[in-house]
C-alpha cells in the first residue's frame, strides 16, 4: 500500500512540467490553477486510498483493541467476583472448621471427665470390693483361729480329764463327744 501511494506521487510529480516547478517555488504567493487542481486530484486519490484501504484496517485494529480491552476488564470483574465468592467461601469454612474444632474439644472434655468419673467409681468399688473380700477373709481366718483354739482347748481338756479320771477312753470317743458339745454351744458366746 505504501509503494502503490508513492509510486502513484512520483508519477503525478513528473507529469507536471519541470518549468512549472521552477516558477511555483519563485512565486509562492500567487497561486497557480493547474498546481491547485493537481493538488486536489492528488490530495483525493490519496485520501480515496487512505480510506478505501488503511482506514477499514486501522479502524478494525482500534475497534479490535477496544473489544479486547472490554473483554478484559469483564475478565478481571468476573475474575475479582470469583475471587470475592472463593474468599467468603473459605471464610465460611474456616468458621465451620473452627465450630467444629470447638465441638470435638467440648466433647473431648465431657468424654473425659465421664471417663475420669468412670475411673473413680470403678477405682472405688474395686477398693469396696477388697475391703469386703479383707474383712471376709479376717472373719474366715478368726473362725479358723477360734475352732483351732476350741479344738487345743478340747484336746487338753480331754487330756486333763482323762489323767483325771483315769479312765482310758479312745481318742476319736472323746474328741466326738467334745465336737458335740462345740457344736451345741452357739458360737457367740465363744467369741
Known amino acids: 500500500m505504501r509503494k502503490s501511494t508513492a509510486l502513484l506521487a512520483m508519477l503525478l510529480l513528473n507529469a507536471l512540467p519541470v518549468a512549472a516547478q521552477e ?31 488503511a482506514y477499514p484496517a486501522i479502524l478494525g485494529a482500534v475497534e479490535a483493541r477496544e473489544k479486547a480491552l472490554a473483554d478484559a476488564l469483564e475478565s478481571a470483574k468476573k475474575d475479582r467476583e470469583a475471587a470475592a465468592a472463593a474468599l467468603a467461601e473459605q471464610q465460611k469454612k474456616l468458621e465451620q472448621t473452627r465450630e467444629e474444632a470447638q465441638k470435638l474439644i467440648a466433647e473431648g472434655r465431657a468424654a473425659g471427665d465421664k471417663v475420669r468419673v468412670d475411673v473413680i467409681a470403678q477405682a472405688k468399688a474395686e477398693h469396696d470390693a477388697m475391703l469386703e473380700r479383707a474383712r ?24 486333763g480329764a ?30
Do not use: C, H, M
Not at 138 to 144: F, G, K, S, Y
Open 162 to 191: 482323762s489323767k483325771v479320771l483315769e479312765k482310758n477312753l479312745d481318742d476319736a470317743a472323746n474328741r466326738k463327744i467334745v465336737d458335740d458339745y462345740l457344736a451345741s454351744i452357739p458360737a457367740a458366746k465363744g467369741s
Open 23 to 53: 516558477e511555483a517555488s519563485s512565486n509562492l504567493l500567487q497561486p497557480e490553477p493547474g498546481l491547485i487542481i493537481w493538488t486536489w486530484v492528488i490530495f483525493l486519490l490519496v485520501f480515496g486510498l487512505l480510506a478505501w484501504k
Open 136 to 159: 471376709a477373709e479376717i472373719q474366715a481366718e478368726r473362725d479358723r483361729a477360734v475352732l483351732e483354739l476350741r479344738r487345743e482347748a478340747v484336746e487338753l481338756a480331754v487330756r
